[in-house]
Each structure stands twice: as C-alpha cells, then as structure tokens.
C-alpha cells in the first residue's frame, strides 16, 4: 500500500539529547515537509523539500535538522539546541503537477515527550 | 500580520444546519488553498482543494475562493456530529521555486445533536 509512514510513534528525549524522527513515503511524491503542532494550535513549518539534496527552512527551523538524500525519505534531527522539543511531529508530502504541488497527505506523527 | 488567519472558535453549530469556517491570507502571490479536518490526537486530512476563485462543491462541503479579497471559506451543510473536529486552512506560495505550504491555526468546530 501507498502512503506516508512516520517513526516512531512515541518517542522520548533526554535532556541534551539529538534525537531523529523518521518520514519514510512511497507515493513518489516531489516535495515533503515537516511540522511541529502544539496542544490546541494549528501546524508550524520546520522545513520542506521541493527535490532530492535541496531544502528550505520554515517558519521554526532553529533547533531542527533535515536531509534529503533519497526523494522517499526526509528525516527530521531535533538536536539540543531546540528548548522547547516536547510536540506532535508531522511529515506530509506532495506531487507536483503542471508547475503546481497538489494537496499534501500526512504520516501519523510523533509524538516527542522530553523526560 | 500572519499568512493564513483562522478565527480559532469553539464554533458550536446544530445537527443539521449548515457550518460556515473562514480563513483569509496575507500573500496576494498564493496559488492553490485547502481545507484539511483533524481530529484530536489524530494526524489531517484532506476535505477540500481549490485553485480557481468561485465555488467548488463535494457532497456536503463546498469551498469558496475569493483572490480579489484574499479570502476563503468551507460550508459544510446538514452538519453531523462525526463532523465535529478541528478544520484548518493551508495555502501554497511560490518562495523562489520552492512551494511553502502555510496553515492557519484551525477553527475548532462542535455539532451539536
């Protein structure tokens, strides 16, 4: 089956610690992106991806690190710098068509929990 | 000023009549919106897509784009209480080549029997 697969589900992070979330997608989809959701707010833009080995920062990207080696895959380090890490986590992705990306579909998320 | 603008609710609507959500946006530039329904805990989903200005119409939902005004709304009629959820806007900009996709913060909608 096609889709979106984010792990792990729950994840928790030490202080001081860089943790990776993994964004994993066979819809052969262009573009990926990550954000962050805080209890009761909408969706925040870490970074996104239009193509293989290129990537832009969001509206919240300090504290967080991407790559994107291979078009399924774009995983997300949230390193020690981040203060304030404990969030839903979501990845999403999309094809673009005639110049324009479409509609975005979501993984799961993670849920980060700092101890 | 944010880019995408929500009025974040609780917006309480009876079973059965029709629930009216709103979103205006910053960047005359943007090119594609879309209307995605969450559920707590749960990850979004898509509802609804428009691109052109007018009205586009699925089922019980229809979306209205308005580029003159930098405004667009989700009506859902005969509204059911499965339809209670948080319902958010996105909007696609162009940012040298690379596509940002921006949400508001979400209108939280309650259907009441």
């Known amino acids: 089956d096609g889709g979106i697969t984010q792990s792990p589900k729950y994840l928790f992070r030490k202080e001081g610690q860089n943790v990776t979330l993994s964004c994993e997608q066979n819809?052969?989809?262009?573009?990926m992106y990550w954000y962050r959701q805080d209890p009761g707010q909408g969706l925040r833009l870490i970074y996104y991806?239009?193509?293989?080995?290129?990537?832009q920062k969001g509206d919240i990207a300090e504290g967080y690190s991407v790559s994107r080696e291979k078009k399924e895959s774009f995983p997300l380090t949230v390193t020690s710098a981040q203060k304030n890490p404990t969030a839903f986590y979501l990845c999403a992705s999309s094809i673009r068509t005639g110049g324009v990306n479409t509609e975005a579909f979501f993984g799961q998320g993670t849920r980060l929990t700092v101890v | 000023q944010k880019e995408v603008e929500q009025n974040s609710g609780p917006l309480s609507v009876p079973e059965g009549a029709i629930a009216s959500l709103n979103c205006t946006y910053s960047d005359r530039g943007s090119q594609s919106f879309f209307w995605y329904r969450q559920y707590s805990g749960k990850s979004p989903e898509l509802i609804m897509f428009?691109?052109?200005?007018g009205d586009k119409e699925d089922g019980r939902f229809t979306a209205q784009l308005n580029k003159a005004s930098q405004y667009v709304s989700l009506l859902i009629r005969d509204s059911q209480p499965s339809d209670s959820a948080t319902y958010l806007c996105a909007v696609t900009r162009s940012n040298f080549g690379n596509e940002k996709l921006t949400f508001g913060t979400g209108t939280r909608l309650t259907i009441i029997p």
């Open positions: 991806s239009q193509i293989v080995n290129d990537f």
């Open positions: 819809l052969n989809h262009d573009a």
């Open positions: 428009i691109y052109s200005n």
